[in-house]
């Protein structure tokens, strides 16, 4: 007679089902307590770029423009009402650079000269007369309202420069007087003129001939 198995007992299964799945849990927790915890990383915020300050530059102010101004005779070389060398020359120097043609053409002396310019600068011509003055005589110059200045812009008035030519040299007195007799050879020969001379080794070029009196 065949020996027949026992039959499992239902309610036993059921145990060891539970049982089986309590450990299993338990385990999980064990295990998830016993783990290191993982940091939680967060990324690091990017910096900032802060633009460098830079120093504002000021505007650049707009050259206030010059006003316009009619030309203007300064200065002359001699000065008006002095003396003239029979020579020259006659310095003219204007508050402006000018144009040339047309200051050489306003120039006109009385009496009439002839002569040559020579501009220093866009401001200074010197004129010198092509013969020499007449000794003792009064000259007159005038640079009239035809000269314009490099702008454009003419002489407001006329200008008259007037000179006088110094006359030829004459002497006036010396010592000892002609004909002494009893002058002292050592004494000094004393002469008095008619105008300033100057020494023997000056420049004589622009002084006039002396004149012999007696």
């Known amino acids: 007679m065949p020996v027949q198995s026992p039959q499992p007992n239902p309610s036993r299964r059921r145990f ?12 999980l927790v064990s295990t998830a307590c016993v783990a290191p915890a993982v940091p939680f990383l967060s ?3 990017t910096p900032t770029q802060i633009p460098p300050t830079s120093t504002p530059v000021p505007p650049t102010p707009s050259p206030t423009p010059v ?22 020359p006659i310095t003219l120097t204007f508050n402006q650079p000018m144009e040339h043609a047309s200051v ?25 007369p092509d013969k020499p003055l007449t000794p003792g005589s009064d000259q007159s110059l005038t640079v009239s309202t035809n000269a314009r200045a490099a702008n454009g812009l003419q002489m407001a008035e ?32 004393v002469a008095s003129f008619s105008a300033p001379v100057v020494a023997l080794t000056a420049d004589t070029t622009n002084q006039p001939a002396a004149e012999a009196n007696g």
């Open 43 to 45: 990324p690091s915020p």
């Open 67 to 88: 006003p316009q101004t009619p030309p203007v005779l300064v200065e002359t070389q001699p000065e008006t009402g002095g003396d003239l060398p029979a020579k020259g």
């Open 104 to 128: 050489e053409g306003a120039v006109q002396g009385q009496p009439a000269l002839s002569g040559h310019f020579e501009w220093t600068n866009d401001t200074t011509v010197k004129f010198t």
């Open 158 to 189: 006329a200008v008259t420069l007037t000179f006088t030519v110094p006359g030829y040299l004459k002497l006036l007195d010396r010592l000892p007087k002609p004909d002494t007799l009893d002058s002292d050879p050592q004494a000094a020969v």
């Open 16 to 27: 060891y089902q539970a049982m089986t799945v309590f450990l299993v849990a338990w385990l």
